[in-house]
């Protein structure tokens, strides 16, 4: 596609991308298989479970609309990737489009949220090792599996093992990923055959209460709750590298859409090897709901520290339990790999956008924001505290991730009237961008009430916390930071303030185990107040979206800025 003569400069230079310093080290494969390795972590080890105690066998269902729900999301940010191939870009495509402020908040929510997945991915780590080493973790009253003072120490030494890796650059990282994703695509696909051609019971779908026995609500609270909306967040990888790949045009779009059809296919096929291998037994003695506390492998292998690891060892296939419980190392462990560099580049992004302290943006002699990366794994080393496992840390994850994508619809729809000549390699359709920004933005607001009170309060309560810390940055730092633009970004307070008010009225979690909230949306009110609440966030985005003269200077500030910096 060619420039049209009216083109500014500063549309044609954002083109090209100005993160400079950061080197081009992914090629088509090495993007897409971050992306995979980051999608196939701990989600795939727990998720299964946690899927069938939500949703029983229609878990199948919730697994196919989380991987709609995240193409839909990932195709715009495929058109927003290749406009501007900038590390970080989930932090920064805001502050294009609708100035600091809305930067700021759409990058502390992904920054907290990326900040949270590497010490969840040492947590699955230890919450499998547990059945060997039953030193690093315990029950709590409620069953839940919660670090002792050894495992805590242990998972300290795993994250800082994460960020001395990702200190030597780009280059080694790429090389051990690759690696690392072929065999947890062979290890994935050798359960699925394994259990679908040795232990497979047809009936766990009709009786036991049926295909759907917790009906539409255990189905979507599924997506949200079970690991599975959290299990393909790694398709952001297209996005927050694309600043150091060789061919955004091709590479990003094959990423962002790519890894999450692949991996999707993979997980359904894996659910319903998990549902038709589960021990019947099992299954009888309280239905579905409960199946992971009803069945073990010698006594000591417990569902809860290795469900799949457990299936293995009643089945008698001490071989494939074992390749588990070292898949339990590295699929977690590639994927902590990835997330402590995308963490470790949203703060990059957010120091660039100088609504975070600009030291966060220096870069060492590899190419590596160091002193983010220094960042993520002091505050990574909080989320080791006393808390509930992996499960309860993953609804928290879950619905700041989401919440922090659902910037990319708003960008997409404003660009289009900001920059209407900008280069766009990967370009929708006219009519199309608006229906698949609309759902994608939709699927971010409904994800979110699916997760439920008792998790959303914690994360509308950080975000308050957010802004003290940027009044107190705009505080200290007057005169180097950048304009709020705040009467551009001030919807998304009103986005967020009606996630907040739908989540309280609303009846997730199910009914019995509320947080407070009122429950008086059921699902169906509840999607028709977020069907309403996207329609109000998008229009009110969209008019007060900045000026082009005022989108052209800021690309025009980025640009300088790179060119006065030289690697440190």
């Given at each position: 596609m060619g420039v049209d003569a009216g083109t500014t400069r500063a549309e044609q230079v954002g083109a090209a991308g100005d993160d400079k310093r950061l080197k081009k080290h992914f090629g088509p494969i090495g993007l897409l298989f971050t992306a995979v390795g980051s999608v196939i972590g701990s989600g795939w080890l727990f998720g299964a479970l946690n899927a069938a105690e939500l949703a029983g066998?229609?878990?199948i269902v919730s697994w196919g609309i989380g991987a709609v729900m995240f193409i839909l999301i990932g195709m715009t940010y495929a058109e927003l990737g290749t406009m501007f191939p900038h590390s970080g870009g989930v932090a920064r495509f805001p502050h294009y489009s609708f100035g600091s402020f809305a930067s700021f908040s759409m990058g502390w929510v992904t920054w907290i949220a990326a900040a949270a997945v590497s010490p969840i991915e040492v947590l699955a780590v230890v919450q499998y090792a547990t059945n060997y080493l039953p030193w690093l973790e315990t029950l709590d009253a409620d069953k839940n599996a919660v670090l002792t003072p050894a495992g805590t120490g242990i998972c300290i030494v795993l994250l800082a093992l994460f960020v001395l890796v990702n200190?030597?650059?780009?280059?080694?990282?790429?090389?051990?990923?690759?690696?690392?994703?072929?065999?947890?695509?062979?290890?994935?696909?050798?359960?699925?055959?394994?259990?679908?051609?040795?232990?497979?019971?047809?009936s766990h779908f009709t009786d036991y209460g049926g295909f759907a026995p917790y009906g539409a609500h255990g189905i979507f609270s599924a997506v949200a709750s079970a690991g599975i909306a959290f299990s393909f967040f790694g398709f952001r990888q297209g996005v927050e590298l694309a600043g150091e790949t060789s061919n955004p045009k091709r590479n990003v779009p094959l990423t962002l859409i790519g890894s999450v059809v692949l991996t999707g296919i993979l997980y359904v096929l894996l659910q319903i090897a998990f549902i038709g291998a589960v021990p019947s037994d099992a299954v009888a003695k309280q239905g579905w709901q409960n199946v992971g506390a009803n069945f073990t492998a010698g006594g000591d292998v417990l569902?809860?520290?290795?469900?799949?690891?457990?299936?293995?060892?009643?089945?008698?296939?001490?071989?494939?339990?074992?390749l588990l419980y070292a898949d339990a190392i590295i699929s977690p462990g590639d994927t902590g790999l990835i997330y402590t560099g995308v963490t470790a580049r949203i703060s990059y992004a957010m120091g660039r956008n100088r609504n975070a302290p600009a030291g966060l943006s220096k870069v060492n002699n590899t190419g590596v924001p160091w002193v983010s990366l220094v960042l993520a794994f002091v505050v990574g080393c909080f989320f080791f505290l006393p808390f509930p496992g992996w499960s309860q840390l993953v609804q928290f994850v879950t619905n700041s991730t989401v919440l922090s994508f659902g910037s990319g619809p708003l960008v997409l729809l404003a660009m289009r009237r900001q920059l209407p000549n900008q280069v766009r390699p990967f370009r929708l359709g006219r009519s199309w961008a608006w229906v698949v920004a609309f759902l994608a933005l939709f699927s971010t607001n409904l994800i979110i009430y699916w997760t439920g009170w008792d998790t959303n309060w914690k994360l509308f309560v950080v975000i308050a916390f957010g802004y003290v810390l940027l009044a107190l940055h705009q505080t200290l730092a007057k005169g180097r930071t950048a304009r709020m633009d705040l009467r551009h970004g001030w919807w998304v307070l009103v986005w967020?303030?009606?996630?907040?008010?739908?989540?309280?009225?609303?009846?997730?979690?199910?009914?019995?185990?509320?947080?407070?909230?009122?429950?008086?949306?059921?699902?169906?009110?509840?999607?028709?107040?977020?069907?309403?609440?996207?329609?109000?966030?998008?229009?009110?985005?969209?008019?007060?979206?900045?000026?082009?003269?005022?989108?052209?200077e800021i690309l025009a500030e980025h640009r300088d800025d790179e060119e006065e910096q030289a690697p440190v």
């Open positions: 066998p229609a878990a200190f030597f650059g780009v280059r080694w990282f790429a090389r051990i990923n690759n690696v690392l994703v072929w065999w947890k695509l062979a290890i994935i696909t050798l359960v699925i055959v394994v259990f679908l051609f040795t232990a497979f019971d047809g569902a809860t520290f290795g469900p799949l690891a457990a299936i293995a060892g009643i089945l008698g296939l001490g071989w494939l339990a074992g967020f303030a009606g996630l907040a008010v739908i989540s309280y009225l609303g009846d997730y979690p199910e009914q019995g185990k509320h947080a407070g909230n009122l429950g008086v949306l059921d699902f169906d009110l509840g999607a028709i107040a977020s069907l309403a609440l996207t329609a109000i966030v998008m229009w009110l985005a969209l008019r007060s979206a900045l000026p082009r003269e005022r989108v052209e």
